[in-house]
Each structure stands twice: as structure tokens, then as C-alpha cells.
Nanobody, 126 residues
Framework: QLQLVESGGGLVQPGGSLRLSCAASGGTLDYYAVGWFRQAPGKEREGVSCIKNSGGSTMYADSVKGRFTISRDNAKNTVYLQMNSLKPEDTAVYYC???????????????????WGQGTQVTVSS
């Protein structure tokens, strides 16, 4: 059973940067596309970014385009989310999830992701 663990969250000032990591165990991540989701207080969880299993294709929500970069190192069984120019509205719990297929769908439907991490808190505040 694939298990995912996120890390790298924390408190950062507006305009700052964080890099989240999603480490897999119990299996190899290189078969799966991997997505990052986030859930802000009082809001529904939303898809942020997704990367194909080989890393050759990525997608981003409009709200993070140009600021966030998703990447992966299959040798380390890890996916990353580099977040720059952070805004208070980026405050949320961030989750990584493994898609049931090697590629990202056009829309990040949660039901297509079979394995989820426990989440890591990101707080952007001065």
C-alpha cells in the first residue's frame, strides 16, 4: 500500500517562499501522476498542481500559475511543490495525492486520486 507523507509547511511572510515535499513509501511513485491539493479554513479542497509520472507534463490552477512549480525525483520517490511569492490567500493545509493513472486529468477530480497524505499546514501571514 502506497503511503504519502508531506513535509515543509510552516509560517511564512507574504512574498516569501516554501518548498513542500511529498515522500512515498510502501511502493514506487514513478507509476503515478501526483497532485497537490489544498484546503483553506471554511473552503472546499481544491486542486493546485499535478505532474505526470515521468515529470514531462505539469498543470497548475490559475491562482498559482507563475508562482508555484511542481517537480519530482523518482529516484528519491518524492514530489515537490516550490511555492514563491506567497500570498495570505495561499494559507491552507496542503495535501499530496497519487493519481490512479500515470497522467494528469484535465481537471483535478479528487476521486481520481487513490492515495493521500495527511497534509501539511502552510500559513502566510505578517
Amino acid at each position: 500500500q502506497l503511503q504519502l507523507v508531506e513535509s515543509g509547511g510552516g509560517l511564512v511572510q507574504p512574498g516569501g517562499s516554501l518548498r513542500l515535499s511529498c515522500a512515498a513509501s510502501g511502493g514506487t511513485l514513478d507509476y503515478y501522476a501526483v497532485g497537490w491539493f489544498r484546503q483553506a479554513p471554511g473552503k472546499e479542497r481544491e486542486g493546485v498542481s499535478c505532474i505526470k509520472n515521468s515529470g514531462g507534463s505539469t498543470m497548475y490552477a490559475d491562482s498559482v500559475k507563475g508562482r508555484f512549480t511542481i517537480s519530482r525525483d523518482n529516484a528519491k520517490n518524492t514530489v515537490y511543490l516550490q511555492m514563491n511569492s506567497l500570498k495570505p490567500e495561499d494559507t491552507a493545509v496542503y495535501y499530496c495525492a497519487a493519481h490512479r493513472y500515470p497522467y494528469c486529468s484535465a481537471y483535478m477530480w479528487e476521486y481520481q486520486y487513490d492515495y493521500w497524505g495527511q497534509g501539511t499546514q502552510v500559513t502566510v501571514s505578517s
